[in-house]
């Protein structure tokens, strides 16, 4: 199903500018992270590990054991502070975002890149660490026995969402310009926006999804495909699969068929207490819907 052409309007953001915010969250720590060193041994991957943009723009990562690269000795190799020139390690990385409902597993976007990483040393590590210089999680790992920390460049990105395969730049998403623009949800706030939405009655979000879905509120209908034996907790319901500064992105599990559907807001926000006047606002537009309708 596809919604009418009344849903389109000026301020409607654009699908590249959805798609970005997407991206940078993921870059920015949101998201389960998985990385492969492919030309030295595709058969070990690292499974478990933080990332995160930092104040300077860089991309980094942090694991731990010794299965994916080789770690440099000294800081004599260092790209960051020395001016180096270590080999960098070819890498593929993927992160997958799920939604942040704990009765389902619904991925919402997924980011993947072919990059190079530079390895840092342990002096460099804990240099980092005395200078607080590590986003949040990607410190609390460098901090643990055994951890390493790498500095990872590509050119580009594929996001895989709801709109498609986007290819987006590297330095759009990691770059100064891109630490300028704001981002939301942060990690810090992912949870309690995603329970602004979840918290709304299962009544209240078929209305709305059902308002996108008719083309009566601005929004988009995405990918439809059937869902083989549904089971009665999933059947006739709403999901809510991720919260974005652009819109709310739901399933709409509807006589067999799974629909994702995002229901765009007014404007972007930036806040918490933005999203809450935002998700009242689609509420109430849809309950004038409805009365309408009847």
Known sequence: MSPSSSNSHDLEPTVSDQ??????????GQGRASMLAYRMDPAQS?????????????????WIGNTCCPVPESAEVNPVRTGGQPEPVPVRLEILRQSPDP?????????????SLYVLSDDERIDLLAERALPTMVGDVAGMRGAHVGVLVSDRVLLHDCYGVTPLSFDALVGESADAAPVFPTMADDLEAFECVACL?????????????CGLLRGRVHSTKAVVNPCPAVADKVFCVDVDQTGILFMRVLNGRATSVVADFSRNVHSLEGLDAEVSALVESSTLVDDYRV
Do not use: N, W, Y
Not at 201 to 213: F, I, K, N
């Open 103 to 115: 009765m389902t597993r619904i991925a919402a976007a997924s980011l993947h890149l072919l990059g």
């Open 19 to 28: 798609s970005l915010s997407v991206a940078r969250r993921l870059m920015r």
């Open 201 to 213: 009655a299962e009544p209240t979000l078929r209305r709305v999804c059902d308002s996108v879905m």
């Open 46 to 62: 690292v499974q478990s590990m933080a990332h995160g943009v930092d104040a300077k723009g860089r991309f980094l990562v942090s």
